[in-house]
Antibody, heavy 126, light 106 residues
Framework: EVQLLESGGGLVQPGGSLRLSCAAS????????MSWVRQAPGKGLEWVSA?????????????KYADSVKGRFTISRDNSKNTLYLQMNSLRVEDTALYYC??????????????WGQGTLVTVSS | DIVLTQSPGTLSLSPGERGTLSCRAS??????LAWYQQKPGQAPRLLIY???SRATGIPDRFSGSGSGTDFTLTISTLEPEDFALYYC????????FGGGTKVEIK
């Protein structure tokens, strides 16, 4: 059974940093593209960042970012630990949201998400 | 960025009725469109990908159609568990989600 378990959320002041983690199990993690998708309280879904699986790059995952987080957030993965990360710097109040880890249906970074975690809440407030 | 506009914002129907949800893209996305269902306190669930392919385990009362800029999710006969939020997502150019349609009990 595919399982995705996010952690690392919490309360942080504007300008601060957090690192989110997503522990994956039940599938060959390195073979799949992964993304972070967020949902502000009472709002819709917003794609944040993606990384491809091993199959599409000799050097590692291709990474992509939404314009709203480019230059502030960094996505990475440790295939030996079956874990996805999101390093979030220079956090803003508008980054407050539930952050979901989501699996792609293949190794590419773009496409539909066939499995989702339950999310970890990030609150940016002074 | 491609903008997805979902309509209506809220759809009020009774169990047993047919539900038709629309998703319009600001430019063509080919058939690179997915639909998700989200219930309160839960993560989204993939229903449809590539505009018309049902995801694993999704009942056949859910169907997707369309290509280019206009897409439709149809729920042929609404069951009580189908009252939820529905989002479309395009992956023809980067990744974006629509604003959602709430299907509520009339």
């Amino acid at each position: 059974e595919v399982q995705l378990l996010e952690s690392g959320g919490g309360l942080v002041q504007p300008g601060g940093s957090l690192r989110l983690s997503c522990a994956a199990s039940g599938f060959s993690f390195s073979s799949y593209g992964m993304s972070w998708v967020r949902q502000a309280p009472g709002k819709g879904l917003e794609w944040v960042s993606a990384i491809s699986g091993r199959g599409t790059s000799v050097t590692g995952g291709t990474t992509k970012y939404a314009d709203s987080v480019k230059g502030r957030f960094t996505i990475s993965r440790d295939n030996s630990k079956n874990t996805l990360y999101l390093q979030m710097n220079s956090l803003r109040v508008e980054d407050t949201a539930l952050y979901y880890c989501a699996r792609r249906g293949s190794s590419s970074w773009y496409g539909e998400f066939d499995h989702w975690g339950q999310g970890t809440l990030v609150t940016v407030s002074s | 960025d491609i903008v997805l506009t979902q309509s209506p914002g809220t759809l009020s129907l009774s169990p047993g009725e047919r539900g038709t949800l629309s998703c319009r893209a600001s430019q063509s996305v080919g058939n690179y469109l997915a639909w998700y269902q989200q219930k309160p306190g839960q993560a989204p669930r993939l229903l449809i990908y590539d505009a018309s392919s049902r995801a694993t385990g999704i009942p056949d009362r859910f169907s997707g159609s369309g290509s280019g800029t206009d897409f439709t999710l149809t729920i042929s006969t609404l069951e009580p568990e189908d009252f939820a939020l529905y989002y479309c997502q395009q992956y023809g150019s980067s990744l974006t989600f629509g604003g959602g349609t709430k299907v509520e009990i009339k």
